[in-house]
């Protein structure tokens, strides 16, 4: 039975709250689902490389190019798996724009852990001068300041 416009506020008014009083418990909660159907999936997507490498192998003994692809094949597909689950939701959550962590879409939002506040040096340009015209810049202005 799905639940009412009023009961699906009320369960992301709920979230919310959760996430303002205790981010990291609203972390963990969030994340122990998605863990193990990601090592679940890497795991499988391991064994399927195995069995991509023994079909490979086997074609390379054969001498049948077919089955030495369709080994490859196994085993690019089976890679690409595993390392989508090893990723982590960063990876889909593009693609998905239900898990996009807004708490309108019934999931937790992601604690950015104080790296917003955190800004980088701009970069000089060619407008500063070269190198070399800076460089000849502090060094008269260190002797005009020891007096040299």
Known sequence: MPLSEEELRLLEQMERALVEEDPKLASTLRGTAFRRAARRRA????????????????????????????????????????????RGPHGSAAADPRASGHPSHGSFTVIDGGRAGRTRRPRRTASHGSFMDRMEDRWRRRREEGGW
């Open 43 to 86: 795991i499988i997507a391991g064994a399927c490389f195995v069995l991509g490498v023994v079909v490979l192998m086997t074609g390379a003994v054969a001498s049948i190019t077919a089955v030495g692809v369709v080994g490859f094949v196994i085993m690019l597909a089976s890679a690409t798996i595993a390392l989508t689950a090893m």
